[in-house]
């Protein structure tokens, strides 16, 4: 509206289409194997109604030779598997570490590994080097197959159990937006996908005070990432989503 523009377009495989009453709604990407809603879910219909997804109707094939038709440098461009703003050959923690230091934020730079039990069984250079769920570059050697199943920034604990550890039942959501639907009050049956590449799990979502909600699974799932997203889907239509607290 500030540059006077009509609407803003943007390269997300996500389409939107319209309600009963003609509001607008997030659907997912025709093409399954790169729909983007996950990372949408918190435009709010004022956002998506002035919103443009060219390519959410094609698969990537498709968009690969419309580009080629249009001479585009890029048709043949190799994929982005990561994080678009994160450099090639770099990890996120560096990336997180470089910018942290641009802005004058000092970094833990040591912590504990431990165990079920809560008993050290090493040391590792922050917690900002690791993510729920995560097994491969631990730093150390335990002898056994270990994962993140826990993070406490505030003592620098990083703890490690087994895959049965991970799994859970019941999550919880802050921030909560109900992107297609008007806010429910009572629980809602959907299902809920907790990170982009993961499979979406039927759960019973139960609106809370305070922009909160109560996510009870109906089967286990694991590892369920607080500060990564929980996106509630009613076959292609985003109905809402949050963010994971615990």
Known sequence: REFGCEAIA?????????DGAGRPVLRKG????????YFLWDLGREQ???????????SKTEVRQRAREASLP??????????????AGDAASEFVE???????????????FVGPDGAAIGEHGGVHRFTVGQRRGLGAAFGERRYVTEIDASTGDVRLGSRDDLLTTEARVSGV???SIDAPGA????????????????ATITPLSEGRARI??????????????????DGDLVIGGGTLVR
């Open 74 to 87: 890029t048709a043949d461009k190799a994929e982005s598997m990561e994080i678009c703003f994160v450099p």
């Open 177 to 179: 937006r109900w992107t």
């Open 10 to 18: 943007t390269g997300h495989y996500a389409r939107i289409g319209r």
């Open 48 to 58: 998506l109604d002035r919103a443009v997804f060219p390519v959410g109707g094609l």
């Open 216 to 233: 009870a699974f109906h089967e286990p799932v694991a590892a369920v990432a607080p500060g990564q997203a929980a996106v509630f889907y």
């Open 187 to 202: 629980p809602v049956e959907a299902t809920v996908r907790v990170r982009h590449r993961g499979r979406e799990t039927p």
């Open 98 to 112: 470089r910018e942290a230091n641009a802005l004058g934020l000092a970094l833990p730079a040591h912590g504990r």
């Open 30 to 37: 025709a093409d399954a194997a790169k729909d983007q809603s």
